[in-house]
T-cell receptor
Framework: KTQVEQSPQSLVVRQGENCVLQ??????????LRWFKQDTGKGLVSLTV?????DKTSNGRYSATLDKDAKHSTLHITATLLDDTATYICVVGDRGSALGRLHFGAGTQLIVIP | EAAVTQSPRNKVTVTGGNVTLSCRQTNSHNYMYWYRQDTGHGLRLIHYSYGAGNLQIGDVPDGYKATRTTQEDFFLLLELASPSQTSLYFC???????????????FGPGTRLTVL
C-alpha cells in the first residue's frame, strides 16, 4: 500500500507563476520529511528537510511546510523559472538515521512553459 | 565533481542475460543503496550496505544480488535478467550518522536498463 501520496501527478505553469505541490503520507513514525528535485535523466537532489511539527523551511524560491498532525506537507515554488521543470519527490523517513527506512512518493512532474 | 557515479548510464540486454551495474562514491560514506524507479511508483529499495563486505536486503530484492567490494564501490548484479527488471536504477550513499542531516542520501545519475 502506498504510504506517500503526491498531488497533482503533473502540473503545467507559465514562467513567473507560483505553484504548490502536495504530499500526504501515512508513514509511522514520521521522523522527517524531505523534498527532492529530480531533473530529467538525473539523480535526486535534496531541496529541504522538515523535522518538527509545523516546521517551515525556505530555500531561495522554494519553501515548504509540514503538519505532522495531518501528515501533510506542501512545497511552494515562487516565480517559477524554466529550470524548475523537473519531478519533485516527497520522501518520509521513519528514523533520523540510516537505521530507518525512506518512503518515497511517486513524484509530481512540473513543467514550466514560457 | 560528482560524488556518486554510476556506469553504464544505459544498458540493453536480453531475457536471461547477465548484467552488472556499478556505483562508486567519493563521499567517504558508510552506507550505500540501490533503488529502482518505475513510472507511477516511488523509488523502491533493492539492497543496501553499511560497509565493505556487508549486504542488507531491501524491499524488492528478488532477482538481484549485490556486492560491496570497498567503501567506495557497490555493484548490483542481475544474473538472469527478465523484462520485469526493465527500470531506472539509482545508487545513493549516506553517512548514516546522527549528524543532524537526517542521514541525507546523495544520489547518482541513474542507469537505464532495458531487458528485451
Amino acid at each position: 500500500k502506498t504510504q506517500v501520496e503526491q498531488s497533482p501527478q503533473s502540473l503545467v505553469v507559465r514562467q513567473g507563476e507560483n505553484c504548490v505541490l502536495q504530499c500526504n503520507y501515512s508513514v509511522t513514525p514520521d521522523n522527517h520529511l524531505r523534498w527532492f528535485k529530480q531533473d530529467t535523466g538525473k539523480g535526486l537532489v535534496s531541496l529541504t528537510v522538515l523535522v518538527h511539527e509545523n516546521d517551515k523551511t525556505s530555500n531561495g524560491r522554494y519553501s515548504a511546510t509540514l503538519d505532522k498532525d495531518a501528515k501533510h506537507s506542501t512545497l511552494h515554488i515562487t516565480a517559477t523559472l524554466l529550470d524548475d521543470t523537473a519531478t519533485y519527490i516527497c520522501v518520509v523517513g521513519d528514523r533520523g538515521s540510516a537505521l530507518g527506512r525512506l518512503h518515497f512518493g511517486a513524484g509530481t512532474q512540473l513543467i514550466v512553459i514560457p | 565533481e560528482a560524488a556518486v557515479t554510476q556506469s553504464p548510464r544505459n544498458k540493453v540486454t536480453v531475457t536471461g542475460g547477465n548484467v552488472t551495474l556499478s556505483c562508486r562514491q567519493t563521499n567517504s560514506h558508510n552506507y550505500m543503496y540501490w533503488y529502482r524507479q518505475d513510472t507511477g511508483h516511488g523509488l523502491r529499495l533493492i539492497h543496501y550496505s553499511y560497509g565493505a563486505g556487508n549486504l542488507q536486503i531491501g524491499d524488492v530484492p528478488d532477482g538481484y544480488k549485490a556486492t560491496r567490494t570497498t567503501q567506495e564501490d557497490f555493484f548490483l548484479l542481475l544474473e538472469l535478467a527478465s523484462p520485469s527488471q526493465t527500470s531506472l536504477y539509482f545508487c545513493a550513499s549516506s553517512d548514516g550518522d546522527w549528524g543532524g542531516n537526517y542521514a541525507e542520501q546523495f544520489f547518482g545519475p541513474g542507469t537505464r536498463l532495458t531487458v528485451l
